[in-house]
Nanobody, 128 residues
Framework: QVQLVETGGGSVQPGGSLRLSCTLTGATWSDYAMAWFRRSPGKEREGLASIDSDGTTTYADVAKGRSVISLEHAKNIVHLQMSSLNSEDTGTYFC??????????????????????WGQGTQVTVSS
């Protein structure tokens, strides 16, 4: 059974940074993509950053330049570091995993329908 568990959420002051982690268990296939999505109050879940199992990364405009997604392939852990946070970054952050590599296969790695598994999410609140 595939499970993803996100950790690292909490309260952050504006201008601060966060580092989220997601641990995956139960997955045995070696070609995949993992991504971070966010659901902010009143908004649809949006893709922030993704990484294919070959290390190829993709960032949404809202995350580009202030975010880094990284993968510990052997440990099945994916991290998201994001800096210069503001109130619009408040939301629940989800880790998701696909069944195949997406960029290599010409798919859009920031679209939810490309992913098969996701965790329960971790809450991030940006407030002074």
């Amino acid at each position: 059974q595939v499970q993803l568990v996100e950790t690292g959420g909490g309260s952050v002051q504006p201008g601060g940074s966060l580092r989220l982690s997601c641990t995956l268990t139960g997955a045995t296939w070696s070609d995949y993509a993992m991504a971070w999505f966010r659901r902010s109050p009143g908004k649809e879940r949006e893709g922030l950053a993704s990484i294919d199992s070959d290390g190829t990364t993709t960032y949404a405009d809202v995350a580009k330049g202030r975010s880094v997604i990284s993968l510990e392939h052997a440990k099945n852990i994916v991290h998201l570091q994001m800096s210069s946070l503001n109130s619009e970054d408040t939301g629940t952050y989800f880790c998701e995993r696909s069944l195949e590599r997406l960029v290599k296969n010409g798919r859009n790695p920031l679209m939810r329908y490309e992913y098969r598994y996701w965790g329960q999410g971790t809450q991030v609140t940006v407030s002074s």
